[in-house]
T-cell receptor, first 111, second 114 residues
Framework: DQQVKQNSPSLSVQEGRISILNCDYT??????FLWYKKYPAEGPTFLIS?????DKNEDGRFTVFLNKSAKHLSLHIVPSQPGDSAVYFC??????????FGTGTSLTVIP | EAQVTQNPRYLITVTGKKLTVTCSQN?????MSWYRQDPGLGLRQIYY???????DKGDVPEGYKVSRKEKRNFPLILESPSPNQTSLYFC?????????????FGPGTRLTVT
């Protein structure tokens, strides 16, 4: 059973606009959340993380929001750039060392 | 250059023929892990290792073995591969942060079992 879900397999956004990628989880014990970005033929690369003691974490153009009551997190990319086109995975952990990943959302940023 | 390397990158084998996928990292990380990626299922953790000699099962350990005798290496062993182990495999090493590990992934190994 998928404990971390990304219900949108794909998303297209115009360059310069905001990209919002969503992730839902079912396990209330998860307290550490991460986003990874993956280009074709490469391994995922770490993007940003957040712990459950926060509801927002920002790093440049990337912001992650966590809504614990809804068991939902989102990644905002502002402004979106063509180089952001990739597959984005969210991941969650209750222990900090065992991780559950979502199925990924393919983002296309249109120039 | 800090990196995680995996070998081979591509492998086609037959059912039942034992194989090993090697993984090595040069970042002096204690934590290492293996994942498989399948369409519609995302990445699923197979095994992870907190340090040398200590390993633990992830979400999908059945049919796999691992070995962690040195900090830098974490090979994945398939004693008797089956077609349902056809997948894209990623090795990762982890940089400890306050609440958990941020992982650095290798480039992947595409395995086909016929």
């Amino acid at each position: 059973d998928q404990q971390v879900k990304q219900n949108s397999p794909s998303l297209s956004v115009q360059e310069g606009r905001i990209s919002i990628l969503n992730c839902d989880y079912t396990n209330s014990m998860f307290d550490y959340f991460l986003w990874y970005k993956k280009y074709p033929a490469e391994g995922p690369t770490f993007l940003i993380s957040i712990s459950s003691i926060k509801d927002k974490n920002e790093d440049g153009r990337f912001t992650v929001f966590l809504n614990k009551s809804a068991k939902h997190l989102s990644l905002h990319i502002v402004p979106s750039q063509p180089g952001d086109s990739a597959v984005y995975f969210c991941a969650a952990s209750a222990t900090g060392n065992q991780f559950y990943f979502g199925t990924g959302t393919s983002l296309t940023v249109i120039p | 250059e800090a990196q995680v390397t995996q070998n081979p990158r591509y492998l086609i084998t037959v059912t039942g023929k034992k194989l090993t996928v090697t993984c090595s990292q040069n970042m002096n990380h204690e934590y290492m892990s293996w994942y498989r990626q399948d369409p519609g299922l995302g990445l699923r953790q197979i095994y992870y290792s907190m340090n040398v000699e200590v390993t633990d099962k992830g979400d999908v350990p059945e049919g796999y073995k691992v070995s962690r005798k040195e900090k830098r290496n974490f090979p994945l062993i398939l004693e008797s591969p089956s077609p349902n182990q056809t997948s894209l495999y990623f090795c990762a090493s982890g940089d400890p942060r306050e609440f958990g590990y941020e992982q650095y992934f290798g480039p992947g190994t595409r395995l086909t079992v016929t």
